[in-house]
C-alpha cells in the first residue's frame, strides 16, 4: 500500500487516543515514580509517556508474553484430558508510542516464531495487533538503530507512524491497511500533510553490520570472546530487556489431578541454558555463551532467517549491570 502522509493536531491525538481505547485494549509507555518508562495497558492519556528514548523492557511482551499457557490438562488414573488454549479470545490490541526499533522488532520475532512451523501464539496476538509508533526525537550513546539497516524515523512494523513538529503537532504516515481502517474510522482528527518537516535525532551508524557478519564467518575461536566476557556474570538481563531475543524454557506446572504446561522466557546467557539432563553442558563458560549472543545475532540469523537478530535499540547496554556494551564491541568486532 502506498504512504498517505496527514497531520494530527496536538489536541487531536488525545481524541484519537480515546477513541481507539473505546473498542480495544492500549498498551502505552507509563514513567514510573524511579523515572523508568514502562508499557500498561489502558493508560488515561495524562500518563502516557512521549518524551522517553526507550523504555525499561521493549514491547515484545505484547506478542511473546513472558509466561504463556500452551495447554492445560488432567491427569486420571486411566486416562489424561487436554484443553486447548482458546486462541480467539486473544483481544484486539493497539500499540501506542513504540519507537522505531521496537516496531521493527516484530518482523525479527516472526522471522523466528514463523521460520519453520508457524506459531499459532506468536501469529494469533500479531494479527490482533495496530501499531501506532512514534519516530524519535531524542536518543543516546546507546542508540545504533543505524548501524542495523533502520533509522529513528523507520516505519517498519508500524500501521500508522507519527513524527512531532516543532509545535508539537505531529504528521501522521499511515503505512497499512490497518493504519487505514483507523483514518477511515476518524477522518475528522486528520488534516491535509504540512509542508514542515518533523524533528527527527540524529543516529551516528557505528559500524556496518555486514563487515561484522563477515568477520563473525571465521571468528569463532578469537580471543576476542574470553577478553570482552571477563565481566558479565550471566544475569540474563540483556535477553529479558531485547525486543528481538525469543528464546523460552517449556515447564508443567500441576495440583493435584490438574496441570498446565506453559513457557516463559529464557536466556542463552544463564548457564543452565544448555546444561544437558547427562550433565555435560556444550557452552560450560561465560565466553561461549556470550560469543553464542552475539554470533546468533549477527551471524546465524542473517544466514538462516536472513533478518539480523538486532535492532540497535541500546537497551542490553544501558541495562547491563556491569556495563557490557554490545555496539562498543561490534566496532570492535569488525576491526579484529
Ligand atoms: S546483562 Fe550484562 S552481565 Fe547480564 S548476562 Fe547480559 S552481558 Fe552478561
Ligand atoms: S541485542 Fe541489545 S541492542 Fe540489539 S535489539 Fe537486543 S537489546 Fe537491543
Known sequence: MET???????????????????????????????????????????????????????????????????????????????????LFKIPEVVLWGAHPCDTAAFDVLRSIFCWDTKDEFFSQRVEKLTVIGFACHKSDDYCFCTSTGLSPD?????????????????????ITEKGNAILDSCPGLFEAAPDEKPVITEVKVKFSHEQVTAKLANAFEHPFWIENSLRCIGCGACAYVCPTCACFDIQDETKGKNGKRYRSWDSCGFGLFTLHTSGHNPRQVQSQRWRQRIMHKFSYMPDRNESLGCVGCGRCSSGCPVDMNISEQLEALQNI
Not at 9 to 35: C, D, F, M, W
Not at 37 to 49: G, I, L, Q, R, S
Not at 160 to 172: E, F, H, K, P, T
Open 154 to 174: 523507520s516505519s517498519k512494523g508500524s500501521d500508522i507512524l507519527l513524527s512531532r513538529l516543532q509545535n508539537g503537532d505531529y504528521v501522521a504516515d499511515i
Open 4 to 86: 498517505t502522509r496527514k497531520l494530527i493536531r496536538k489536541q487531536s491525538l488525545e481524541k484519537l487516543y480515546a477513541h481507539l481505547s473505546g473498542s480495544r485494549k492500549i498498551y502505552a509507555p507509563v514513567t514510573a515514580a524511579n523515572k523508568q518508562v514502562d508499557y500498561k495497558y489502558n493508560p488515561p492519556y495524562a500518563e502516557v509517556a512521549s518524551d522517553h528514548i526507550r523504555s525499561t523492557l521493549s514491547v515484545k511482551n505484547i506478542v511473546f508474553p513472558k509466561v504463556e499457557n500452551l495447554f492445560l490438562f488432567t491427569n486420571n488414573r486411566t486416562e489424561s484430558t487436554i484443553t486447548d488454549i482458546e
